[in-house]
């Protein structure tokens, strides 16, 4: 009878759950008016505390203080850990997180002493999701993994796919896409292994799928997950459920610029917070109905609901939220021409961000402050702060993860077809047996043209997945190079604009518009090449020169540059990677070239049986003073040029390669050595 008594108790401390809520808790209130014995009384106050924090948590409060008198009254140290553990629950919904933690600790110190791990492994998992849903992602991962091999040691297959779950959702939002889909994945196989499509426990891992999704702009396949997830939630009457799914699809349509459909969601989520009281899940809904209202350029209703949230946000101490607040009224304040009051809500966002760790919002609120900064007419200062942006902005997007996601995605698919296809088999055996004693010559004849179509399917299938694969790292490779190329264009482009800068404040009008037209003409070519894998000789000579002629003007043309090209090479059909050069080239002019009177760079290009051989050269101070005055330029340069030879060489399957000779008296060789590769 304990062990029952027990089991019950600890499905209290399992969220899920599937029967309307409204209904249990009018089933309880109507039993309290009976006479009932005290244990009974203090497991029915226990169950509505329970269910009170999803529709009145203050109510909830005060059946749990009759709970907490009477399990203290019985000395059932049970029942008073887990009326601590509900009533953390529910002044964890009323956002009051320190109180909320406090009562969890008191619980888990309980169970603990009594020695119920069940009980305390539920607790961790659930206090994980409290830190969760409060952004503090990093602790919520900490105790979502520790308590897993809890699980793992119990066998519960349904807690450790709910934990693959959770710990799949926590990597997601520290960035670790990858680790994200493998421990999602891991969670979904688990369920469909125990047939658990179409319950809210599946429904869950679809809300995790959604949001990394989401996260990876793929919105049709986010809005999908999250539309199951909420219809599954909707036939149990799960309210905060429902809420999180609506305000899930909101995000979805806004990206999609759909935003009436964005609003009508998220409006539909705030009911249901303000209903339950929920004033942390309020704050979101609110936040994001102002950013909608913002886009509708209703400027001064977005600013209103931007300071109803920071003032719910300062009493959760939930600094990630208010870096968002504040950085999205000073776009608003920006929008209506407000930039010195914008700049002071910049800077609060940026000292919040940097509070949460969040190199997202950081990187978004230098980016603001940058632009209000320029807009009240401190351009260096502007421009300072917009470079230290764009670094962070590479650090967060350098990798390429989507790629690695949909090989792992493929293989799930791979493995469950596989599943079928065995299962398939067994029952046609299954048959065959049988039907043994009355069909032999027709069961051998099955069997023999059973594995005949078995081995053609097999062959077949590896030689399609052979291909499949093939084709991928194809793909990948081409990716890479793209983004490659395209992380050399931010590093030209703000150089160009420095010097843009410097004639505007000259006062050089005719300079600066005169430059800033051939510097258009250089962008317009630099974007077009980036979505090429090849161009010709002839371009690239073009585009260099370009690019030189816009050096020299800044120089004030204290060197010169010649070009010289093999008589046995046509540079119309000769092709080589786009703007593989220009790094070498800008290396000499801003470094090498930068102490001599008058420079000189020269660049010229052999041919051999398979190679194409391209040479330049200058009479500056030498490559080692190069590195060592700008460490960072080496890391844009040198090194795109190297991971771009490589993924080539992988690629093409050819022997590119660089290198850099200092030459014995003055100046810098580098010859760069390139597959040859003609379109005829």
Known sequence: MKSIYVTIILLLLNIHFSFSQQKIIDSLELQLENPTNGKTKLYNLLKLGFYYQYSNPKKGLVRLKEAEELAMKNKDSFMLATVYYNKGSNNFRLGRDSIAFEFHDKAGKIYKVIDSIRAFTILSKNTAKLFSLRKKHKKALEKYQNIQDVFIEQKDTIHMALTYGAIGNEKMYLGNYTGSMESLLKGIKLLDEMNLQGTEDYAEIQVYMGLLYYKLGKYDDALMFHQKSLNTFKKSNMQDFMAHQYNNIGNIHFQKENFTEALKNYKAAYNIHKKNQNLNSMASAMNNIGIINSRLKKHSIAIAYYDSVIVINKKLKSYGSL?????????????????????????????????????????????????????????????????????????????????????????????????????????????????????????????????????????????????????????????????????????????????????????????????????????????????????????????????????????????????????NINPEITLLPPSLLQPFIENSIWHGLSAVKQGHISLSFSRGKRNLVCMIEDNGTGFQSTESKNPLHKSFGLENVKNRLRLLNKSKKSNAKFEIKNQEEIGVKVIVTLPLILDE
């Open 323 to 567: 870096a968002e607040n504040y950085n999205n009224k000073a776009i608003s304040l920006l929008k209506k021409n407000n930039a010195k009051e914008a700049e002071k809500y910049f800077d609060s966002s940026l000292v919040y961000a940097e509070n949460a760790g969040d190199k997202l919002k950081i990187h978004e609120a230098k980016r603001g402050l940058s632009e209000a900064t320029s807009l009240l007419g401190n351009y260096r200062e502007a421009f300072k702060i917009l470079e230290e942006a764009v670094i962070i902005k590479d650090e967060l997007f350098s990798n390429d993860k989507k790629e690695e996601l949909a090989v792992q995605k493929a293989q799930y698919e791979f493995d469950k077809e596989k599943a079928v296809i065995e299962a398939t088999f067994k029952k046609d055996q299954e048959i065959q047996q049988a039907n043994i004693e009355k069909q032999v010559f027709i069961r051998n004849l099955s069997i023999g043209a059973g594995i005949f179509v078995i081995g053609l399917l097999s062959i077949g299938f590896i030689l399609w997945r052979k291909k499949r694969e093939a084709n991928y790292n194809a793909q990948l490779s081409s990716s890479q190079l793209q983004s490659l190329r395209a992380q050399m264009n931010p590093h030209f482009i703000f150089n160009t604009l420095n010097s843009i800068n410097d004639y505007v404040l000259k006062n050089d009008k005719q300079k600066a518009s005169n430059y800033l037209t051939q510097f258009s003409i250089m962008v317009r070519r630099i974007l077009e090449n980036t979505e090429e894998e090849e161009v010709s000789l002839a371009e690239e000579i073009e585009f260099l020169k370009s690019y030189v002629a816009l050096e020299q003007k800044r120089s004030q043309h204290n060197f010169t540059f010649n070009v010289e090209v093999d008589q």
